[in-house]
């Protein structure tokens, strides 16, 4: 059995114009798959699946690539700077190594690829999601097609995906071992080596994936409100991720991200959308506290946290104008004034410190 030690597990995640993305289109089984508009799709649910435990690791070469999937996972900064450009991890948008129901559970969103996604207007891999995380959620260069980090992190996802399925009758060693290739296309297709025992158990080809995302709340009885977002930021945020939203470093290592600057997220990524912010925040934070918050101040701090400058929205030629009507619009605050100064004009620059 291949072990991994606490040394070993140490730990993040896109979007390209590669041909291949054709190839992974015409491939897809079109009737099966997902409209995804957005983070953001589930609902609360009342009870969730529990992913696989460390002593279910599959034996040999496959059980090294889930080890380094999550490494690479939970320490992003650290471990593939050449695609990270800011000081954020997988891990803090996907919670508990991606195990976190209403997290973004990483189990859930290989399920739900291949998926027709709004943001570039075509069919994407598993793959392709990732890099899209690179690239907006990281501030970063996606990893090019069949990168060793990207089929790392999606045998990773695809472990975790089929051990919570099947539940306790999970046995690693009766898991169909995919190609590189086939790793990187997500489980939504016909051809997914669903686990025999989650079959005879009764498992849907199609799954459920409850606890998927961020559960969407309500709009708010009130307009969400930058002066009393600020309130709530200072009495339960500012503790971890700091008075001005830099995040908190030890020995030069973010431990909590930082919110707005030059080391976040950028003006494209999903949780610079107020409404996704929101979701998250309800769900999640304060951290060890989710649901303290009502929803009207996770509406609120969300404001205020999506009125920061950040990096700029990396498919920004040089119109602002012309890229907020492309792409922002709704509860994205990026081309808008905020006291006195419009959003998108003063942005930092994308993928700083690439080596």
């Known amino acids: 059995m291949f072990r991994i030690s606490a040394m070993t597990l140490g730990l993040s995640l896109a979007v390209t114009g590669l041909a291949h993305a054709q190839d992974t289109a015409q491939a897809a089984h079109l009737e099966k798959l997902a409209i995804q508009e957005e983070l953001p799709v589930g609902k609360a649910a009342g009870t969730y ?3 696989p435990g460390w002593d279910k690791l599959p034996d040999g070469e496959f059980g090294e690539k889930v080890v380094r999937g999550y490494n690479y996972f939970v320490n992003s900064q650290s471990m593939s700077p050449e695609f990270v450009g800011n000081g954020l991890n997988c891990v803090n948008c996907h919670m508990d190594g991606g195990k976190k129901e209403n997290a ?7 399920m739900s690829y291949p998926a027709y996604r709004k943001k570039n207007d075509r069919i ?14 990281m501030n970063g260069t996606p990893p090019e097609h069949m990168n060793p980090v990207l089929v790392d992190l999606s045998a990773y996802a695809y472990w975790l995906a089929q051990g919570t399925l099947t539940g306790e009758q999970f046995d690693p060693a009766e898991m169909a071992i995919p190609s590189d290739e086939e790793l990187l296309k997500g489980g939504k297709r016909d051809d997914f080596p669903f686990m025999q025992a989650y079959l005879d158990a009764g498992g849907s080809t199609e799954p459920k994936t409850p606890g998927r995302g961020y559960p969407k709340l309500a709009e708010p ?4 409100a930058f002066a009393r977002g600020k309130q709530v930021y200072e009495q339960e945020c500012a503790v971890c991720h700091g008075a001005s939203g830099e995040g908190r470093q030890v020995n030069d290592r973010y431990v909590f991200p930082p919110l707005w600057g030059p080391d976040t997220y950028n003006w494209g990524a999903g949780m610079q959308r107020v409404n996704t912010a ?12 989710p649901g303290k918050l009502t929803d009207q101040q996770a509406w609120d701090v969300a404001m205020f946290l999506d009125s920061h400058e950040r990096p700029q929205d990396p498919r920004n030629h040089g119109s602002l104008e012309e890229t907020v009507k ?20 003063a942005s930092h620059p994308n993928h700083p410190n690439k080596p």
């Not at 973004?104 to 290989?110: E, S």
């Open 124 to 137: 994407n891999s598993y793959e392709e999601r990732i890099q899209g995380c690179f690239l907006y959620s």
């Open 49 to 51: 699946p529990s992913p």
């Open 326 to 345: 492309k792409y922002h619009g709704g509860f994205s605050q990026y081309g808008k004034e905020v006291n006195g100064s419009v959003l998108g004009t």
């Open 278 to 289: 929101a979701y998250f925040i309800k769900q999640n934070m304060p951290l060890g506290q």
């Open 104 to 110: 973004a559970p990483l189990w859930a969103a290989y």
């Open 221 to 224: 009885e009130l307009p969400p």
